[in-house]
């Protein structure tokens, strides 16, 4: 059984900064792409920022560029995102995904924490 547990969000004001932190646990054998994702009320969840694991390739959206980091920690099995200069529009829950591979072979399959909530206002 694989398990995505989030934590780190809370209420920042605007410019400020917070980490969410992923943790995946369980039995499985290899890790693959590990991403966030966000959805705030109304609307659709939208990818914010992945990273590859075998090349540590890292994509982000355009409205996140230049603020958020996201990185990876495989002995740990942890993935982060550092989010600064926060902005209001940033308000969402935040999901943290992974494609896991169970055995030595065979298909990856994407797992999903239950999120965590990210406010940031005045």
């Known amino acids: 059984q694989v398990q995505v547990v989030e934590s780190g969000g809370g209420l920042v004001q605007p410019g400020g900064s917070l980490r969410l932190s992923c943790l995946i646990s369980g039995n499985f054998f290899k890790i693959s792409v590990m991403r966030w994702y966000r959805q705030a009320p109304g609307k659709q969840r939208e990818l914010v920022a992945a990273?590859?694991?075998?090349?540590?390739?890292?994509s982000y959206a355009d409205p996140v560029k230049g603020r958020f980091l996201i990185s990876r920690d495989d002995s740990k099995k942890t993935v982060i995102l550092q989010m600064d200069s926060l902005k209001p529009e940033d308000t969402a829950v935040y999901y943290c995904s992974a494609d896991v591979r169970e055995r030595q072979t065979g298909p990856f399959y994407k797992y999903w924490g239950q999120g965590t909530q990210v406010t940031v206002s005045a």
């Open positions: 990273v590859a694991a075998e090349s540590d390739t890292r």
